[in-house]
């Protein structure tokens, strides 16, 4: 009898993997669960879950140790845990409990690391909202992405889209997104992006080898389809490479949003997965920001958010839109996390 399994199912790894497994993937369920058992063979790991600084719901915690799992696994530094990883077992006590005695501090350092998703099929979502913008203003778009990581969503206007019956975007992009559809289809609008840009604390670079493995790190592991759209998003990064900054999202924002906008472009400003991961005031500052950017829109000069996000009890991820003049919100959708389907609510008039 493993000596872990009666330790309480109630830990946020165990917490976790139920949702690892509602979203459809029952192999980091599994790597979840085993962890939530194996903890303890892992000191420096242990203390860490425990004694987490902050929400670890909202700092995503549990992904930070499967992504540590995961990219150990890549690695090859584990044999045992790679093998798992490779379907070559399915002892996932035996590998993770090894990987977590072997490579704790690793383990625990790589959970110190804000999480990297940039996951791509949520830029299936942010095209549709795009179109819903496109058809009240009918002009092209200037992007502006907080918490843009390795900037990959700001090549959104390189990709391909099938939103139900709506085909969008270039037919022949490597990067083809077409998330699981539920209600309406979207109507058919331009995506025109005359200029993107974004912000982060730590961009990433698609040209470097660190970056692709750390993002696809965070790519769940029985999930094949997306690593390889993100491998192809990486690549097209490395020809179109997006403009992101290193600096705080709060004074950068702040001055993008004070810089002269063309006349005849809509900007519009995006974020997604990424307010869970901001101070309360940030966010705050965020939407003030925004709303006192609106008093200033014109029908020739438009501004428009767009928010792909975690409602604030967590209970789902909501698409959501405001557009100014005006400052009408609009839920568009409920959402997959990482965008694998959207469930359209929004009518067109």
């Not at 872990?4 to 139920?18: D, F, S, V």
């Not at 690695?75 to 077992?89: D, F, I, T, V």
């Not at 959970?111 to 909202?129: H, K, L, W, Y």
């Not at 389809?225 to 179109?240: D, P, S």
Request: glycine fraction near 8%.
């Amino acid at each position: 009898m493993n000596m872990y399994a009666t330790i309480p199912k109630h830990g946020e790894l165990w917490r976790h993997a139920q949702i690892a497994r509602d979203l459809g993937s029952p192999f980091v369920a599994a790597v979840l669960e085993a962890g939530e058992r194996q903890l303890l063979r892992g000191p420096l790991t242990a203390a860490l879950v425990s004694n987490w600084p902050g929400d670890p719901a909202e700092d995503a915690m549990a992904i930070r140790f499967n992504a540590a799992l995961h990219a150990l696994a890549r690695q090859g530094k584990q044999p045992e845990l790679s093998a798992l990883y490779e379907n070559a077992h399915d002892d996932f006590d035996g590998a993770i409990g090894a990987a977590l005695a072997a490579q704790d501090g690793f383990i625990a350092s790589s959970m110190r690391n804000t999480p990297q998703t940039n996951e791509v099929g949520r830029s299936g979502a942010i095209a549709a909202a795009l179109m819903v913008v496109g058809q009240e203003f009918g002009l092209p778009f200037e992007l502006m992405e907080i918490g843009a990581s390795c900037g990959l969503h700001l090549n959104l206007g390189h990709y391909g889209y099938q939103l139900a019956t709506t085909r969008a975007g270039v037919d022949d992009s490597p990067v083809q997104i077409a998330p699981a559809w539920r209600g309406a289809p979207p109507a058919w609008s331009a995506i025109e992006i005359i200029a993107a840009r974004g912000v982060d604390l730590n961009p990433l670079r698609a040209n470097d080898l660190a970056t692709r493995e750390r993002l696809l790190s965070y790519v769940w592991a029985d999930q094949p389809q997306r690593a390889r759209r993100l491998e192809q998003a990486l690549l097209l990064a490395q020809r179109y490479p997006p403009r992101v900054d290193r600096d705080n999202a709060i004074p950068w924002l702040a001055a993008q949003l004070e810089s002269p906008q063309q006349e005849g472009t809509c900007r519009v400003v995006f974020h997604s997965m990424v307010l869970q991961y901001l101070a309360e005031k940030d966010r705050h500052a965020v939407a003030a920001m925004i709303l006192q950017a609106g008093t200033r829109a014109s029908i020739r000069q438009p501004l428009a958010r767009i928010s792909f996000e975690w409602t604030p009890i967590r209970d789902e991820v909501q698409l959501r839109l405001t557009c100014w003049p005006g400052g009408h919100t609009r839920l568009l959708a409920t959402c997959h996390a990482y965008g694998d389907w959207v469930d359209w609510q929004h009518e067109s008039s």
